[in-house]
């Protein structure tokens, strides 16, 4: 090359496409070495260049690099992209290829040096029409620039909605009202897995875009606050739900079917129900509570006995085995009670209206009426579709003021308390094992944590001997007719011995010395004796609104009852258990960590209380790792000792470090003297 000569060239880190940087123009100078040149832009900056960086060179009269600015003016007119399609139109169809000559000629009539630039320049910016290859290029087929046309516009496009996506995002978070698009839902999707799963979480590439253009860490936790900080969730998001598969929401089609069997109600196939509405049916729950699926009843017979009687909601009624609400049921499993509220297992519109027995509504139940003998053991029952009419919606309170009260005016309500105590006192005589430690409910609304702890009252004594009844009648019936039923068992636990039971103190301690030796129960299709409650057999069927094995041991029974062939052979029925069992007991877990996590929070806002505690056992003695429990809340704790101390020893404790999203808590003892100026 000769001095003078005008060459575009890059450096290395140099990139092509960058659409920022201005193309390097520069005058060759002088040679350097055998290879290189050393040539100067129009700054007057020299660069030593191989020729392999040298991208083009201008032929023609020589140039100074003063000149370098007006060569680059003058070609600008000619750089229209646009121009270049129809010279792709006119070579495609030959497939002839072209070089910046043959293109400048094609464009402009004329091959001036300037204007052989400008043809390379719209070539090799060119990302459509025409590839290189070597020195020349190549139309491209009519397809592929269809193709690379629809790349580039979908480009364009994810562009342009991640730069509106972030601008909706830096708007959010200055304060502003944002209405989401639609193109927002995978990024705000992408945040939401990586700050659940964190680096478990799939497709992550989006969140780590959006922490990195918002200048935040690149962590599932800078995820999280960034998600509340956007106001999409709250600071006390339960991610325990979130990483399990337990769904939160019907899909339309499910809400749909609710919403039609409701209003069009299906033929009732049990044409034979027993008409109850003449009986005082009593429904007992918390207050709270809004699946009633259960209430009590008591018939006076004229020979002077008494028949108790059972009232189960029948969802059977709204629900045939298969359709899309059983499907939908049998996947949650279950209602999941949390403190924020509950899941339902039916939509809610169907779970608390037609389904449960309401007050004052006659309602469809499948009955349980049962007669005991003196001794609390069942002489004599009956299982019946039903009619009834809830009489009293009472609350486990209202009961217990009604039975200290002795309110004559409901002697019904006195009767069958007494043939609770009756069965409590029947079933401890057959071996039935009774645990009591204090337990306690967590609910919390707007942003208010409320801990109750539940007594063992009479009224709940009274509907659990109940419900416990009915299900003894349940598996009875079941194992007399050989029915596949989800029968529920516990084998017999290996307790301690009463001389070692007698060394612990009464009550708690003692108390949860036994429940460390208690089995799970189990379920399965062929009845065997449940430990606990010394039943030989037994099958839950008092909640099949909110659990779905009571729901398939309605099915089965109620189809026998009308002498029609059970809905679920007996593998079937199997498999059924297998599968809402594992789901279940992951909803047991998530009910279980939610209330953890809320009853640390409601520990970390009271972190100046001292709480009087119970050392109930060891856990790691050797690490002086023991469970206490807060009497006053119910919750039983792990706390590390810094003293020698005894199980059943009592002392005050307060909250040394406490985080509820990681998990942790950490007591430190008070002393008495500390203890009784902070409780006074």
């Known amino acids: 090359m000769e001095k003078g000569t005008l060459v575009e060239f890059r450096l290395q880190g140099d990139n092509a496409s960058d659409k920022l940087r201005p193309r390097r123009l520069a005058v060759v100078d002088r040679p350097e070495g055998k290879k290189h040149w050393v040539v100067i832009d129009e700054r007057g900056q020299s660069y030593v260049l191989h020729p392999r960086q040298i991208s083009y060179t ?25 121009s270049l399609e129809v010279a792709w139109e006119l070579l495609v169809e030959d497939g002839e290829s072209v070089d910046p000559s043959g293109m400048a000629m094609l464009l402009f009539s004329e091959q001036s040096p300037s204007l052989c630039y400008a043809a390379y320049y719209l070539l090799s910016e060119d990302k459509f029409y025409f590839k290189q290859k070597g020195d020349r290029y190549e139309p491209r087929s009519a397809a592929q620039v269809t193709e690379l046309k629809h790349q580039s516009e979908v480009e364009a496009q994810r562009v342009q909605e991640w730069q509106g996506f972030l601008e909706r995002v830096q708007a959010s978070l200055a304060g502003e009202s944002v209405e989401w698009q639609s193109s927002d839902r995978s990024r705000l999707e992408a945040l939401e897995r990586y700050a659940v799963f964190a680096e478990e979480a799939n497709h992550r590439t989006p969140a780590l875009e959006t922490l990195t253009a918002l200048g935040r860490q690149t962590t599932a936790q800078a995820a999280f606050e960034l998600l509340v900080d956007l106001q999409l969730w709250t600071p006390h998001e339960n991610l325990i739900l979130r990483r399990s598969q337990i769904p939160t929401q019907f899909s339309n089609k499910v809400i749909e079917m609710a919403q039609g069997r409701i209003s069009s109600p299906p033929p009732d196939r049990d044409l034979n129900r027993i008409d109850l509405t003449h009986l005082k049916l009593y429904t007992i729950d918390d207050e709270s509570t809004r699946e009633i699926d259960d209430g009590v009843s008591i018939e006076f ?52 209206g037609p389904m449960s027995l309401n007050q004052g509504t006659i ?239 409601y520990l970390r806002r009271h972190a100046d209380m001292v709480w009087p505690s119970l050392m109930l056992r060891w856990l790691r003695d050797y690490e002086n790792l023991g469970l206490v429990l807060i009497e006053d809340l119910g919750l039983e704790m792990a706390m590390r000792f810094a003293r020698p101390i005894e199980v059943g020893d009592r002392l005050h404790i307060k909250v040394a470090y406490v985080d509820p999203r990681q998990d942790i808590i950490q ?3 008070v002393t008495p003297s500390t203890a009784e100026m902070a409780i006074g």
């Open 667 to 669: 007591f430190t003892e």
């Open 301 to 352: 017979l004229e020979d002077g006995k008494q028949r108790l009687w059972i009232h189960i909601a029948d969802p059977t009624r709204w629900v045939s085995p298969g359709d899309e609400l059983d499907l939908e049921a049998r996947r949650r499993c279950t209602t999941v009670y949390l403190p924020t509220g509950m899941i339902p297992m039916f939509p809610t519109e169907l779970a608390t």
């Open 363 to 601: 309602c469809t139940s499948l009955s349980f009426g049962v007669v005991l003998d003196e001794s609390g053991s069942v002489e004599d029952y009956q299982i019946r579709p039903s009619i009834v009419k809830p009489t009293y919606r009472l609350t486990y309170e209202d009961v217990d003021e009604m039975l200290e009260l002795g309110v004559q005016a409901e002697p019904e309500l006195e009767a069958i308390a007494f043939w609770a105590k009756r069965r409590s006192t029947w079933r401890q005589a057959q071996g039935a094992i009774s645990i009591h430690i204090p337990e306690s409910t967590i609910k919390v609304c707007d942003d208010e944590i409320v801990i109750e702890v539940l007594d063992d009252s009479l009224s709940r004594m009274l509907v659990a001997e109940m419900m416990i009844l009915a299900g003894e009648v349940a598996g009875r019936y079941g194992e007399a007719h050989s029915l596949a039923l989800p029968f529920r068992g516990q084998p017999q636990p290996e307790l301690p011995s009463d001389e070692e039971l007698l060394q612990l103190p009464a009550g708690p301690v003692r108390d949860c010395a036994i429940r460390r030796c208690m089995p799970r129960s189990e379920i399965s299709t062929t009845p065997f004796r449940h430990a606990s409650l010394g039943l030989d057999s037994y099958t839950q069927v008092t909640s099949p609104i909110r659990r779905y094995t009571d729901l398939l041991a309605h099915f089965q029974i109620k189809a026998h009852l009308r002498g029609e062939p059970l809905p679920f052979s007996a593998s079937t029925t199997q498999e059924l258990i297998q599968s809402v069992s594992s789901t279940a007991y992951e909803a047991i877990l998530v009910e279980r960590q939610t209330n953890r996590y809320w009853g640390l929070e």
């Open 58 to 82: 201008v032929t023609g009269e020589p140039y100074k690099p003063k000149d370098i600015d007006s060569f680059w003016q003058s070609i600008q007119p000619y750089l229209d992209p646009s």
